[in-house]
T-cell receptor, first 111, second 112 residues
Framework: AQRVTQPEKLLSVFKGAPVELKCNYSYSGSPELFWYVQYSRQRLQLLLRHISRESIKGFTADLNKGETSFHLKKPFAQEEDSAMYYCALKKSGTSGSRLTFGEGTQLTVNP | NAGVMQNPRHLVRRRGQEARLRCSPMKGHSHVYWYRQLPEEGLKFMVYLQKENIIDESGMPKERFSAEFPKEGPSILRIQQVVRGDSAAYFC??????????FGEGSWLTVV
């Protein structure tokens, strides 16, 4: 069975500092990985997906199949980045888009 | 496109009552997913539906919970005889086949 692990429940950094939110997964096949962001009591928004290799709001994430990781990085954190971040996995080749989420990391960027 | 619409946004129920949560998917989306977010926890998959069919309900509690997505109208998540442990945010999401899923703003259920 697939699993997503986000080892840090809470992460606090200062404005302008680099930030890395860790995500590890276990899945025997070739997964699709995503990062979702949830601002306070709002809907989850798609931030990144690995197949797009894009950068959104300064965030990037690279899929490392050897380490089964998909860490989210930003070189200079901003206060408005404070939110809950979820890493998610979708099994390849499945119909529909059911996602398995990690437990989430609450990022706080201090002024 | 109004996005995924959920209602009510907030619902308070007494123990033993029924809770009904509604979800209208994005226009053209025929796949609906329900997730539950318990306080201080992450999102847990509950059920995946297509029109008139339950595709995967492996995350649904065996008792008191049911979901439907009729041919016409919204998807409904129904919780019978609610207990305090059902208090959570319930998120609906929709997709077009296997593409990106989009989430609604959630329904916060409080059981008193």
């Amino acid at each position: 069975a697939q699993r997503v692990t986000q080892p840090e429940k809470l992460l606090s950094v200062f404005k302008g500092a680099p930030v890395e939110l860790k995500c590890n997964y276990s899945y025997s096949g070739s997964p699709e990985l995503f990062w979702y962001v949830q601002y306070s009591r709002q809907r989850l928004q798609l931030l990144l997906r690995h197949i797009s290799r894009e950068s959104i709001k300064g965030f990037t994430a690279d899929l490392n199949k050897g380490e089964t990781s998909f860490h989210l990085k930003k070189p200079f954190a901003q206060e408005e980045d404070s939110a809950m971040y979820y890493c998610a996995l979708k099994k390849s080749g499945t119909s529909g888009s059911r996602l398995t989420f990690g437990e989430g990391t609450q990022l706080t960027v201090n002024p | 496109n109004a996005g995924v619409m959920q209602n009510p946004r907030h619902l308070v129920r007494r123990r033993g009552q029924e809770a009904r949560l509604r979800c209208s998917p994005m226009k053209g989306h025929s796949h609906v997913y329900w997730y539950r977010q318990l306080p201080e926890e992450g999102l847990k998959f509950m059920v995946y539906l297509q029109k008139e069919n339950i595709i995967d309900e492996s995350g649904m509690p065996k008792e008191r919970f049911s979901a439907e997505f009729p041919k016409e109208g919204p998807s409904i998540l129904r919780i019978q005889q609610v207990v305090r442990g059902d208090s959570a945010a319930y998120f609906c999401a929709s997709s077009l086949q296997g593409n990106t899923i989009y989430f609604g703003e959630g329904s916060w259920l409080t059981v008193v």
